[in-house]
DNA sequence: CCGCGGGCCTGAGAGC
DNA sequence: TGCTCTCAGGCCCGCG
C-alpha cells in the first residue's frame, strides 16, 4: 500500500497518540505478520514511553524510553487507526475500544494519553521489529536505504551520480530504494509524467558524469519533490487500503495524471496522447508515450 | 555485481 | 449467485 507520502500521513497522524504516551497495553493477536513477532514483544513493549515517532522512507520507527527503537513496515495493505477511549474517531466505522477487535487487527496499543491505536493488515506484508538504538545504523532493513527525497541531501548530483551507469529502465531505477527512498509505482510514475521523461529511458542517460547533472536531471528532481509534498498535503492517496489513522480517506488520487488512467487524455497543456498502461519489472507503468520522452 | 521473475498473503473486481 | 482468474501501493530471495 502505501509509498513516503501514506507513510508520513500515517506517522502524522500517530504522533499526537502516541508521543509522550506510555504503552500501556500490548496486544500482539497473532503470532507473525510478514515475521514472527520478537520475542516477548507485547511484553517488551508494555511499560515504555514513546519518546517520539519518526519516518525513515516507507518505516515508522517509535523512539522508546527503553533505549529500542519499535520499527514498523506497513508492507502493501497496512493501516494504523487511532480511537479514543471508547469511542470511534469515525463514528459508525470502527468499534475496538467497546466490542471486538475487527478482521486483520494485528496489533493493538493502549496508550497512557487514552487513545488505543491499531494495526490492521489483511495481506500481512507489514511487520515490526525491537532494535537497539545504537544498533540502527547496521538495520539491515535500514542500511542500505538511499537519501530521502524531501530531504536536503538529495539533488540533481547525487540522483545523476546514482543513475550513472544503470543499465535498467528509468521506472526500475526510481523504484530501487538504494537510489531514492521512499517512491513506490504510483509516486514514480507522476514524478516522471511530471518532469516529462519516459519511464522506458534507459537509466544513465540522466547522468552526463563530464559536466554534471544535465536539466532532465534537476526536472525529476523538482517533480519528485512536488509531487510527494502535495501528497502529503492531501493526506496521501486512498486507492484500496489506504487511510488516514482518523478512518478519513486520502485524496491525492484526485490529481493523478497517469496512475490508473489508462485511456484518458493527458493532461500535459497542449499534448494530445492518451495514456498508457504497460508493464515493467511485473508491475504496472502508466504513461504519455507523447510528451514522455 | 546486476537485473529479473517468483513468492509471500488476502481481497476486490471482472468475466463467464 | 458463485466460481475462477487477474491484479494490487512492497520487499526479499535465488537464479542466470
Not at 487514552?114 to 539491515?140: A, C, H, Q, S, W
Not at 542517460?205 to 526536472?219: E, F, H, I, Q, V
Not at 519533490?225 to 487511510?243: M, P, Q, T, W, Y
Request: net charge positive.
Amino acid at each position: 500500500m502505501p509509498e513516503l507520502p501514506e507513510v508520513e500521513t500515517v506517522r502524522r497522524g500517530l504522533a499526537p497518540a502516541m508521543e509522550g504516551a506510555r504503552l500501556v497495553k500490548v496486544e500482539a493477536r497473532r503470532p507473525d505478520l510478514r515475521f514472527p513477532f520478537p520475542k516477548d514483544f507485547a511484553k517488551r513493549l508494555a511499560g515504555q514511553t514513546v519518546t517520539g515517532l519518526g519516518r525513515r522512507a516507507k518505516y515508522l520507527l517509535a523512539d522508546l524510553s527503553s533505549g529500542e527503537v519499535l520499527l514498523m513496515h506497513l508492507g502493501m495493505s497496512g493501516s494504523f487507526r487511532v480511537e479514543k477511549s471508547g469511542e470511534s474517531a469515525t463514528p459508525g466505522e470502527f468499534h475496538y475500544p467497546r466490542g471486538e477487535a475487527g478482521k486483520h487487527d494485528h496489533v493493538i496499543f493502549r496508550m497512557s494519553s487514552g487513545y488505543t491505536v491499531i494495526f490492521n493488515d489483511p495481506r500481512r506484508f507489514g511487520f515490526m521489529k525491537l532494535i537497539p538504538r545504537g544498533r540502527l545504523e547496521e538495520e539491515p532493513h535500514l542500511a542500505p536505504l538511499g537519501p530521502e527525497p524531501l530531504g536536503n541531501r538529495f539533488d540533481a548530483e547525487t540522483l545523476a551520480q546514482s543513475l550513472a551507469g544503470k543499465k535498467t529502465s528509468l521506472k526500475a531505477a526510481l523504484s530501487d530504494q538504494k537510489v531514492v527512498a521512499g517512491l513506490g509505482n504510483i509516486y514514480v510514475c507522476e514524478a516522471l509524467h511530471r518532469s516529462h521523461l519516459s519511464p522506458k529511458r534507459k537509466a544513465s542517460t540522466l547522468a552526463d558524469r563530464k559536466s554534471g547533472p544535465n536539466d532532465m536531471t534537476r526536472s525529476l528532481v523538482d517533480a519528485i519533490r512536488f509531487v510527494l509534498n502535495e501528497a502529503i498535503k492531501a493526506g496521501g492517496s486512498s486507492l484500496r487500503d489506504h487511510r488516514q489513522t482518523t478512518g478519513e480517506l486520502g485524496y491525492f488520487q484526485h490529481h493523478f495524471r497517469v496512475y490508473d488512467r489508462e485511456g484518458t487524455n493527458c493532461t500535459t497543456p497542449g499534448c494530445k496522447g492518451k495514456i498508457k498502461r504497460i508493464v515493467q519489472t511485473g508491475r504496472s507503468t502508466f504513461y504519455c508515450p507523447v510528451c514522455q520522452r
